[in-house]
């Protein structure tokens, strides 16, 4: 059965694909809420057929809706009281019944809640843990060999992992850990990559363009391929049956061109890539699902802050005391201040021909010798200088790149501590690091 994509920026939409890398519109409904935060897929109504459960984490509310074969979403119910503070949430077999059950977790609090569904897809509380690690992703899976949905928890600030099998009842068991992960994955996506039934784990690392397909057995993990040269702006990576076959095959998405690729695998750790195709809108969340009878499908939803950096490369009068920074470097700052933002729903975008300008100017250039705070008159004039030029971009955050000792290495610094620095949900505010950072660099 082939895979159809469903976006949603304040709309609904089911796109089919055709196994050769196309997206073809289906259906669309528009009017929907702009402040949905996650999304899951499942059975949650007992019909046998997908449905989707959004979850609007500012109103503490989930809506659970059916999608019918011909791509109709309709409300199965409205579920209000919920808490402000779930990161993840994730769909699987935690009850045992036919249908699908939910796991909320919330890295502030330490808390994960395991929930059944019932009758009009009401949730009914199986499991309650407390005192949890703070963990960044939570990727469900069958791990453990039974017929329950077990979980693997993943650190990139300590760089281990730690597989944990459920046993219907809301508890959960340690199968294996690993302490030695690379603290720098960015996407951890579950699927049957080589057909044997049992879910293994692809890791993907955004800035060296790296990948890993591992096989999983009794919580170890053993490597079955290491990709390189992968492109490096693939903000999402979404497992689906898009070939046919039996085996897990991938999505990958690029928000910043709109483009996207699908990846058919092989089944020993290799692929073979389709053609890029571009999307009509982009998109901030992304899975895959079989809506309605016979139409299976990806849904996407696009809720994201977005904030335009405009770089201005500072000289002196003259030409001299020239920073050294280039489009370049200001196009890999903001991919990895993307990855440190991207659970907070904030976006930087830069477009090296529009964004990015020099500017002589020896006032502005001597800035950063006033240091954060100086009420000296000349440097008060110095910072009025730069004031006024950047309120010549009034809906940009402007960030003045100056000249200053060793500012390379400090911004190479910089931005190899920001996948450690992720900031939860509720950091909404980028322009307080993106101007710290034009402090940095210059």
């Given at each position: 059965m082939?895979?159809?994509v469903?976006?949603?920026q304040?709309?609904?939409?089911?796109?089919a694909?055709?196994?050769?890398g196309?997206?073809n519109?289906?259906?669309?409904?528009?009017?929907?809420?702009?402040t949905?935060?996650?999304?899951?897929?499942?059975?949650?109504d007992?019909?046998g057929?997908?449905?989707?459960?959004?979850?609007?984490?500012?109103?503490g509310?989930?809506?659970f809706?059916?999608v019918?074969?011909?791509?109709?979403?309709?409300?199965?119910?409205?579920?209000?009281?919920?808490?402000?503070?779930?990161?993840?949430?994730v769909a699987?077999?935690?009850?045992g019944?036919?249908?699908?059950?939910?796991?909320?977790?919330?890295?502030?609090?330490?808390?994960?809640?395991?929930?059944?569904?019932?009758?009009?897809?009401?949730?009914?509380?199986?499991?309650?843990?407390?005192?949890?690690?703070?963990?960044?992703?939570?990727i469900?899976g069958q791990?453990?060999?039974?017929?329950?949905?077990?979980l693997?928890?993943y650190?990139?600030t300590?760089?281990?992992?730690?597989f944990?099998?459920?046993?219907?009842?809301?508890n959960?068991?340690?199968?294996?850990t690993?302490?030695?992960?690379n603290?720098n994955w960015d996407?951890?996506v579950p699927g049957?990559?080589?057909?044997d039934?049992?879910?293994?784990l692809?890791?993907?690392?955004?800035?060296?363009?790296e990948?890993?397909?591992?096989?999983?057995?009794?919580?170890?993990?053993?490597?079955?391929s290491?990709?390189?040269?992968?492109?490096t702006?693939?903000?999402?990576?979404?497992?689906?049956?898009?070939?046919?076959?039996?085996?897990?095959?991938?999505?990958f998405?690029?928000?910043?061109?709109?483009?996207g690729?699908?990846?058919?695998?092989?089944?020993?750790?290799?692929?073979?890539?389709?053609?890029?195709?571009?999307?009509s809108?982009?998109f901030?969340?992304?899975?895959?699902?079989?809506f309605g009878a016979?139409?299976?499908s990806?849904?996407?939803?696009d809720?994201?802050v977005r904030?335009?950096?405009?770089a201005?490369k500072?000289?002196?009068n003259?030409?001299?005391?020239?920073?050294?920074?280039?489009?370049?470097?200001?196009?890999?700052?903001?991919?990895?201040?993307?990855?440190?933002?991207?659970?907070?729903?904030?976006?930087?975008?830069?477009?090296?021909a529009t964004?990015?300008?020099?500017?002589r100017?020896?006032?502005?250039?001597?800035?950063?010798?006033?240091g954060?705070?100086?009420?000296?008159?000349?440097?008060?004039a110095?910072?009025?200088?730069?004031?006024?030029?950047?309120?010549?971009?009034?809906?940009?955050v402007?960030v003045?790149?100056?000249?200053g000792?060793?500012?390379?290495?400090?911004?190479?610094r910089?931005?190899?501590r920001?996948?450690?620095?992720?900031?939860?949900s509720?950091?909404?505010?980028?322009?307080?690091?993106?101007?710290?950072?034009?402090?940095v660099?210059?």
């Amino acid at each position: 059965m082939l895979q159809a994509v469903a976006f949603a920026q304040n709309s609904g939409r089911i796109l089919a694909t055709d196994g050769l890398g196309a997206l073809n519109p289906v259906s669309a409904q528009t009017g929907w809420r702009s402040t949905w935060h996650l999304a899951a897929k499942g059975n949650f109504d007992g019909s046998g057929n997908e449905d989707l459960l959004t979850y609007d984490r500012l109103a503490g509310e989930g809506r659970f809706m059916a999608v019918s074969a011909a791509g109709a979403f309709s409300t199965i119910s409205l579920q209000t009281g919920w808490s402000t503070t779930w990161d993840q949430l994730v769909a699987g077999n935690f009850g045992g019944s036919a249908q699908t059950d939910l796991f909320f977790y919330s890295a502030s609090t330490g808390i994960g809640r395991f929930y059944t569904t019932g009758a009009g897809a009401a949730i009914t509380l199986l499991g309650n843990r407390t005192g949890m690690q703070e963990w960044d992703m939570v990727i469900p899976g069958q791990f453990g060999g039974s017929s329950h949905t077990d979980l693997f928890f993943y650190s990139r600030t300590r760089g281990d992992g730690i597989f944990m099998t459920s046993d219907g009842a809301g508890n959960l068991t340690t199968l294996g850990t690993d302490g030695g992960l690379n603290k720098n994955w960015d996407q951890i996506v579950p699927g049957d990559f080589n057909g044997d039934g049992i879910t293994d784990l692809f890791f993907y690392q955004r800035v060296l363009g790296e990948a890993r397909f591992c096989a999983t057995s009794g919580g170890a993990l053993t490597v079955m391929s290491s990709l390189t040269g992968l492109r490096t702006s693939w903000d999402m990576v979404v497992p689906g049956a898009f070939g046919g076959s039996a085996r897990t095959d991938l999505w990958f998405y690029d928000k910043t061109a709109n483009e996207g690729r699908f990846a058919l695998t092989n089944g020993a750790g290799g692929w073979t890539l389709l053609p890029i195709h571009t999307t009509s809108k982009p998109f901030s969340h992304v899975l895959s699902a079989d809506f309605g009878a016979s139409n299976s499908s990806l849904f996407a939803y696009d809720n994201t802050v977005r904030v335009r950096i405009h770089a201005v490369k500072c000289e002196d009068n003259g030409g001299g005391r020239s920073t050294l920074i280039t489009p370049a470097e200001v196009r890999t700052w903001v991919d990895r201040a993307n990855i440190a933002y991207a659970q907070a729903g904030v976006r930087l975008e830069f477009d090296a021909a529009t964004d990015f300008e020099v500017l002589r100017d020896t006032v502005i250039n001597s800035l950063d010798l006033c240091g954060t705070i100086n009420n000296d008159p000349l440097c008060v004039a110095r910072k009025a200088a730069a004031q006024a030029w950047a309120m010549r971009y009034p809906c940009k955050v402007v960030v003045f790149f100056q000249h200053g000792p060793a500012q390379r290495d400090e911004l190479l610094r910089h931005l190899r501590r920001l996948p450690a620095h992720q900031p939860r949900s509720g950091a909404r505010d980028p322009t307080r690091a993106a101007h710290r950072q034009g402090a940095v660099a210059g």
